[in-house]
C-alpha cells in the first residue's frame, strides 16, 4: 500500500507537428495569476479552463515542426514512409465512389455497423469472449480517441491512476484532465553492457504495488510498449492483473501495435487473463494496423460496463466518424481475416515479417558506429543509447535527450524523439541517455540515416 504523498507538478512536455497551443491564456501576469495582461483588460473569465494548465506543450508538435523548418531525415514521429497495401486503398476508393448515398451520411455513433461487426469477429478469438459489436466495441477518432473516451468516461476527480512507464504522453494529460491523481512505476533496466533487449527491462512487483492504494481506479499499460518497445510476458502481466483484482481497477490496455511482434515473442491480451475480461478496456488502432495512420481510426473493446461511458461520452464530444473511413476500414479487416491461415498474405502478420529486417538494419547501422540499440521485440521505434557522446550544450534546462535530440536536427539534420517525454519528471533520468527512432520506412531512409551517422562520428576522429 502506498502510504506516501504526491506532489502534483506540471511535466515538461514537447509536441504534436504542425499546430502550436495557446500559450497566452496561460502566461502570468504581474500580479502572479495564469491570465494574459491583454485578457485581464477585457475580463477576468476570458480564458481556458484551469484543469488543462500544464498539458499546453506536445512533444510531437514540437519536435515534428523542428523536423520540417530544418529539413531533417525524419526518424522521430511514428508513420511509415509508404503507402497502405494496395487493398486498403481501393477499399476507401470504392467506399467514396459508391452509389450508396449512405456512404457520405452520418452513422451510427459508436460505429459504423459494418466496421464494429468485423472488429467483434476480429477480437473475440483473441480475448476469448464472444463479443456484441454494438454493446463490446466503441469506435472512435484514433487510439487517441478512444483513450480520451475512456479516460473521461470511466475516472472521476480524486480518483488515482497507475501508468506504468514508459508511458505514452497522452496518459498523464488526460488523467490530469479528468481531475485523477496518476502515480507512475518505470521499467527498469536489468542489463546496459553488450547487445541489449527491451525485454531486458523490468517491473519491480513491491515498486509496481506500492502505487496502488483502494483510491486506485485504473492501470494503463501499453504493449507492445512504445517508445521501448518491450512485448510483456504472461508473467508480467499476471503481475498487473493480479493487482488489478486485488484493488479492483480498471486495466486500459493500450494495444495499438499487436501485430508487430517479433522473433518468437508473443503478444498477449491482458483481458484474456483469468478475471480480466470484465475490467480491461482493449485500444487498438486501424492507423497502426494498417499503416494508415493519417486515417486516425481507433477502437476500444471491453465489457458492456466499461463501454457503454465510452460511447456515451463519444456521442457528446465528437458524435461519430466519417463513414467513408470506417466502411474502408471495415472491409480491409475483413479481408485480412479471409486471409489468416494464409500468414505471408495477411498484413496482420506480414508486416512484422516486413519490418524485422528493417529494425536489424537499424541496429546493425547504430552499432557500426558506436551506438547501443535496446532491440525492440515489439513495435516500431527503437531506443538507442547515446551515452558518452559529446554534443555542444545549449544552455538550457531541458534534458539531456532534448538537447541531443534538437542539436542532431538542427546540424545533422537527422530527427528523433527524445524518449524522457515518456517519463514523469522523478523518472526522466531513465530515458535522457536514449534517443527514439522509427525503423517502418523504406530502407533507402534508413540508409540515409546510416550514413549520417557515420559522416558524423567519422569527423569527430579526425
Known amino acids: 500500500m502506498r502510504n506516501f504523498p504526491l506532489i ?3 511535466r515538461k512536455g514537447g509536441i504534436n507537428a504542425w499546430s502550436q497551443p495557446c500559450i ?3 502566461t502570468k501576469s504581474a500580479n502572479n495569476s495564469m491570465i494574459s495582461d491583454h485578457v485581464r483588460t477585457m475580463s477576468s473569465k476570458l480564458t481556458g479552463s484551469n484543469r488543462i494548465k500544464g498539458t499546453e506543450k506536445n512533444i510531437w508538435v514540437e519536435f515534428g515542426k523542428l523536423a520540417v523548418e530544418n529539413q531533417a531525415l525524419n526518424l522521430g514521429q511514428g508513420f511509415p514512409d509508404f503507402k497502405p497495401p494496395q487493398h486498403v486503398i481501393e477499399e476507401m476508393a470504392a467506399a467514396v465512389a459508391s452509389d450508396n448515398h449512405l456512404m457520405h451520411q452520418y452513422t451510427r455513433s459508436s460505429g459504423h455497423p459494418r466496421l464494429v461487426s468485423a472488429l467483434s469477429k476480429l477480437y473475440s478469438p483473441l480475448i476469448g469472449q464472444k463479443l456484441d459489436p454494438n454493446t463490446n466495441v466503441s469506435v472512435s477518432v484514433g487510439a487517441y480517441g478512444a483513450l480520451f473516451c475512456a479516460v473521461q468516461g470511466l475516472i472521476n476527480p480524486g480518483d488515482e491512476a497507475v501508468i506504468i512507464e514508459p508511458y505514452f504522453d497522452c496518459y498523464e494529460p488526460m488523467v490530469k484532465v479528468a481531475g485523477a491523481i496518476p ?5 527498469r533496466p536489468t542489463k546496459t553492457e553488450g547487445v541489449t533487449s527491451s525485454g531486458d527491462w523490468k517491473l519491480d512487483p513491491k515498486e509496481l504495488e506500492s502505487k496502488f492504494s483502494e483510491k486506485t481506479k485504473a492501470v494503463f499499460i501499453n504493449n507492445p510498449n512504445n517508445p521501448l518497445g518491450k512485448v510483456f510476458t504472461r508473467e508480467e502481466l499476471q503481475m498487473v492483473a493480479d493487482l488489478c483484482i486485488k484493488y479492483d481497477a480498471i486495466c486500459l490496455s493500450d494495444e495499438v501495435y499487436e501485430w508487430m511482434v517479433y522473433d518468437d515473442n508473443k503478444h498477449i491480451k491482458i483481458a484474456s487473463l483469468p478475471g480480466m475480461w470484465e475490467r480491461t478496456v482493449t485500444i487498438g488502432s486501424a492507423g497502426k494496423t494498417l499503416s494508415a495512420t493519417g486515417w486516425k481510426l481507433g477502437w476500444g473493446v471491453g465489457p458492456e460496463h466499461l463501454v457503454a461511458p465510452m460511447q456515451v461520452l463519444h456521442q457528446n464530444c465528437t458524435y461519430n ?3 467513408p473511413v470506417q466502411e474502408a476500414v471495415a472491409g480491409a479487416l475483413e479481408h485480412e481475416m479471409n486471409l489468416m491461415d494464409k500468414p505471408d498474405q495477411c498484413y496482420f502478420f506480414s508486416l512484422a515479417k516486413e519490418l524485422q529486417p528493417k ?3 537499424l541496429a546493425r547501422l547504430c552499432r557500426e558506429v558506436g551506438l547501443s540499440p535496446v532491440v525492440p521485440q515489439g513495435g516500431y521505434f527503437m531506443m538507442v543509447n547515446t551515452a558518452g557522446l559529446n554534443f555542444p550544450d545549449d544552455g538550457t534546462s531541458d534534458p539531456r535527450d532534448f538537447k541531443f535530440v534538437k542539436w542532431m536536427t ?14 514523469h519528471k522523478e523518472h526522466k533520468q531513465l530515458g535522457e541517455n536514449y534517443v527514439r527512432f522509427c525503423f517502418i520506412k523504406k530502407d533507402e531512409t534508413i540508409a540515409a540515416a546510416g550514413d549520417i551517422l557515420k559522416k558524423w562520428f567519422s569527423s569527430t576522429k579526425k
Request: glycine share 0%; hydrophobic share 40%; with cysteine.
Open 183 to 187: 502515480y507512475y512505476c518505470p521499467l
Open 24 to 26: 497566452t491564456c496561460f
Open 359 to 361: 529494425r536489424d538494419m
Open 8 to 10: 502534483l507538478r506540471a
Open 321 to 323: 466518424c466519417p463513414t
Open 410 to 423: 538542427k546540424e545533422l539534420k537527422l530527427a528523433a524523439i527524445p524518449p524522457s517525454a515518456f517519463y
